[in-house]
């Protein structure tokens, strides 16, 4: 899993995809381009899947304990989900800043 913040579009219910990583923006890449292990994959689907159906953040430990996945969702002013931000970690790792203007995405104002 990814130690920098990904942000991943997920505009009109289509597939999410990463489209940028740090302060690097990416062209829309696949989700399963970039997590090449199942389980990263299917807790990285799995908390988009929460984030999607109700638009809050989400900071959890993996059922395994040994990963903490952070997701900030990006709203429109209309409430819609636009994107969201995601990071992981190791469990006991402190979050590091998003790549967007050196802030954390608690910190950007939509």
Excluded: C, N
Excluded at 24 to 30: D, I, S, V
Excluded at 70 to 91: A, I, K
């Amino acid at each position: 899993m990814a130690t920098k913040w990904l942000l991943i579009e997920s505009i009109g219910g289509a597939t999410p995809s990463i489209i940028g990583l740090g302060s690097t923006p990416r062209k829309f890449t696949p989700l399963d381009k970039f997590f090449k292990s199942k389980d990263s994959l299917d807790e990285v689907y799995s908390v988009i899947a929460e984030v999607m159906a109700s638009p809050d953040r989400v900071d959890r430990v993996t059922a395994d304990g040994r990963r903490r996945v952070v997701v900030e969702p990006l709203v429109t002013f209309s409430g819609r989900l636009h994107g969201m931000y995601l990071w992981t970690g190791g469990s006991g790792s402190r979050l590091t800043k998003s790549g967007a203007k050196g802030q954390s995405p608690s910190d950007l104002a939509l």
